[in-house]
């Protein structure tokens, strides 16, 4: 009786706990591995969610100032390459592809700051918009306005396009890239290859719109 008292009060052995301490450590590690991907994939679904709609925004400008403007026609820069313009009636779009947009500031002023600007949008300009040379970037307007940042920040432009088809349509193309340069590919118009990364996303849009109003 005394052997199987003794018996029935031995503790678990080292090895025992070793193994339920490996189980245990492995089980930590899935469930932790689990929560960082849920994360990740929560991060990337706001980042692309953001990118989107934002492009959406440009394009919906964009479109319906083609839509319902009767006070010009649509003069449209090249689709790429620096700093280019287009004008669409009294409403002004200032470009600058391929940056990306820092904290903008409250009242952004393309004359004196050239590089901290990804779309400025200057609505009803007195006298008319016109492009000028078009890789140039265009004088303040007289009187001055506020022009306002259709992007957010770590945001930039690949491309925006205002191409004239036959009759009153336009196509336009809006696409726009979020990410550090660390996380875009060479051209810096797409993410990088071979990763799946929730601090990039690309959103390229394609409307065809018909001018409404001559």
Do not use: W
Request: overall charge negative.
């Amino acid at each position: 009786m005394q052997k199987i008292r003794h018996r029935a009060e031995q503790g678990f052995t080292i090895v025992e706990l070793l193994i339920a301490t490996s189980v245990f450590a492995i089980i930590l590690l899935l469930v932790t591995y689990g929560i960082l991907q849920i994360g990740r994939t929560y991060s990337k679904g706001v980042t692309e969610t953001k990118t989107q709609q934002t492009a959406s925004d440009v394009m919906d400008a964009i479109t319906q100032d083609i839509q319902f403007d009767s006070s010009g026609a649509v003069l449209a820069a090249p689709s790429s390459g620096g700093n280019y313009v287009i004008c669409i009636g009294n409403d002004r779009y200032t470009i600058l592809t391929g940056k990306e947009l820092i904290e903008p500031p409250a009242v952004p002023n393309v004359a004196q700051d050239q590089s901290n600007y990804a779309v400025l949008v200057d609505t009803d300009l007195v006298g008319g918009c016109s492009t000028g040379t078009p890789q140039s970037l265009p004088p303040p307007p007289n009187p001055p306005t506020k022009p306002v940042e259709l992007l957010a920040p770590f945001m930039r432009v690949a491309t925006i396009s205002v191409t004239p088809q036959a009759g009153n349509l336009y196509t336009v193309e809006v696409k726009v890239v979020y990410g550090a340069d660390g996380d875009l590919n060479s051209s810096h118009d797409g993410c990088q290859s071979g990763t799946t990364n929730q601090y990039c996303a690309v959103s390229d849009l394609t409307s065809t719109v018909e001018k409404r109003i001559n």
